[in-house]
C-alpha cells in the first residue's frame, strides 16, 4: 500500500508560482510511475505530468510543457511539481497517482494504483 499526500495549493496571482508536494509513506518501488493530475471544476480529470522513479523519465501534458516541471526525491519519497506563470485556467484540484506497474500511457488516468486527496490551486485574475 501507499499513501499519498499532497501540499503547497493556494490562492496565486496570475503570472505567480507555486510549488506542490506529493509526500509518499510506504514503499516506492524503482518500477514506480508517480504523475500528477489536475480537475477543474466540471471538467473532467487531465494528465499533467509524470515521472518514472527508476530512470526519472519525464513526461507532461503538450500544453503544459515550459511552464510546469515535475521531480522526485527517492531520498525523500516525494515527487514535486513547480507552476510558473500560472493562469486562471489553470485553477483545479490537483492530484498526486502512482501507478505501480507502468505498461500504458502516462496519461492513462485507469491506470494508476493509488491517489492522493488533492490539493486546490486557485489562480486569480
Known amino acids: 500500500q501507499v499513501q499519498l499526500v499532497e501540499s503547497g495549493g493556494g490562492l496565486v496571482q496570475s503570472g505567480g508560482s507555486l510549488r506542490l508536494s506529493c509526500a509518499a509513506s510506504g514503499t516506492i518501488y524503482s518500477s514506480y510511475r508517480m504523475a500528477w493530475f489536475r480537475q477543474a471544476p466540471g471538467k473532467e480529470r487531465e494528465f499533467v505530468a509524470s515521472?518514472?522513479?527508476?530512470?526519472?523519465?519525464?513526461d507532461y501534458a503538450d500544453s503544459l510543457k515550459g511552464r510546469f516541471t515535475i521531480s522526485r526525491d527517492a531520498a525523500e519519497n516525494t515527487v514535486l511539481l513547480q507552476m510558473n506563470n500560472l493562469r486562471p485556467e489553470d485553477t483545479a484540484v490537483y492530484y498526486c497517482a502512482a501507478d505501480v506497474s507502468p505498461d500504458s500511457s502516462p496519461g492513462a488516468i485507469s491506470a494508476y494504483d493509488f491517489w492522493g486527496q488533492g490539493t486546490q490551486v486557485t489562480v486569480a485574475s
Open positions: 515521472v518514472t522513479w527508476r530512470n526519472n523519465k519525464k
